[in-house]
C-alpha cells in the first residue's frame, strides 16, 4: 500500500536558518504530492502541491520538488522566521494516477520551532 | 479554496454519552472526508461521506460507532457514540471538488474532544 516517510522530529532553528525536512513516498501509480501545515491549535492548511514529477510546488517562501527517481519531496524554506514555527505533513493523494482514490496519505508529521 | 467550518470547536464530554460534529462548506463539493488526529500523531481518515448515501469506511471504523450523515453538498455531520477516553482526538472533516479537477484537499479548524 501507499506510504509517506518522514523525517523525525522535533526540529529547532534559529531564525533566518535554512530549512528541510525531508519526505519520500511509496505509491502504485503516479501520486499527487502535498505539503500541509498545521499552527498550534488549528486545523491543516495546504501548504503546496505538486502532480507529476519535476514539477515544483512553492508558497510563502517554502518550495518543493516532485522528485520521481528518487520517490522525495523534500520541503524546504531559505530563511525561516518565528511564525513558521508549526508541525508539517507531507501528504499523497492516488486519485488521479489510476488508483482512483482520493483518500489523502499522511506522514507522521515534523514539529518545526523556529526561536528568535 | 472552500471556507469550512466545524462545531463545536471543542467540548469535555463524560463517558458513555454521544457527541454530533457539523461540518459547513461555504460552497458545493463533490467530496467529504472525516479525519481522526490522536494527541502527537498524523491524521486517520475515519470514512468518506457520500451525499445521499452511506458513508464509506476505512478499516478499523464502524458505523455504528461513527455514525455519518451527508444530507446535501454542503454539509455533513459526524457522530462519537458511545465514547470512552481512547475517543479523545481532534476529529477534522475535509473537503474535495472533483469539478475543479484539483486532488487537493481542504480542512476544517477541527473539533478538539476529551472524554473523562
Known amino acids: 500500500g501507499d506510504s509517506v516517510t518522514q523525517m523525525e522530529g522535533p526540529v529547532t532553528l534559529s531564525e533566518e536558518a535554512f530549512l528541510t525536512i525531508n519526505c519520500t513516498y511509496t505509491?502504485?501509480?503516479?501520486?499527487?504530492l502535498f505539503w500541509y501545515v498545521q499552527y498550534p491549535g488549528e486545523g491543516l492548511q495546504l501548504l503546496l502541491k505538486?502532480?507529476?514529477?519535476?514539477d515544483k510546488g512553492s508558497n510563502k517562501g517554502f518550495e518543493a520538488t516532485y522528485r520521481k527517481e528518487t520517490t522525495s519531496f523534500h520541503l524546504e524554506k531559505g530563511s525561516v522566521q518565528v511564525s513558521d514555527s508549526a508541525v508539517y505533513f507531507c501528504?499523497?493523494?492516488?486519485?488521479?494516477?489510476?488508483?482512483?482514490?482520493?483518500?489523502?496519505?499522511f506522514g507522521k508529521g515534523t514539529k518545526l520551532s523556529v526561536i528568535p | 479554496s472552500a471556507v469550512i467550518s466545524q462545531k463545536p470547536s471543542r467540548d469535555i464530554c463524560q463517558r458513555g454519552t454521544s457527541l454530533t460534529i457539523q461540518c459547513q462548506v461555504d460552497?458545493?463539493?463533490?467530496?467529504m472526508f472525516w479525519y481522526r488526529q490522536q494527541p502527537g500523531q498524523s491524521l486517520t481518515l475515519i470514512a468518506t461521506?457520500?451525499?445521499?448515501?452511506?458513508?464509506?469506511?476505512e478499516s478499523g471504523f464502524v458505523i455504528d460507532k461513527f455514525p455519518i450523515s451527508r444530507p446535501n453538498l454542503t454539509f455533513s455531520t459526524l457522530t462519537v457514540s458511545n465514547m470512552s477516553p481512547e475517543d479523545s482526538s481532534i476529529y477534522l472533516c475535509?473537503?474535495?471538488?472533483?469539478?475543479?479537477?484539483?486532488?487537493?484537499?481542504?480542512f476544517g479548524p477541527g473539533t478538539r474532544l476529551t472524554v473523562t
Open positions: 475535509s473537503v474535495a471538488n472533483t469539478w475543479t479537477g484539483g486532488d487537493e484537499q481542504y
Open positions: 505509491a502504485t501509480g503516479y501520486p499527487s
Open positions: 505538486a502532480t507529476k514529477a519535476d
Open positions: 501528504a499523497l493523494s492516488e486519485a488521479y494516477s489510476g488508483a482512483g482514490s482520493y483518500q489523502l496519505t
Open positions: 460552497s458545493q463539493v463533490t467530496m
Open positions: 461521506a457520500n451525499q445521499g448515501s452511506e458513508a464509506t469506511y
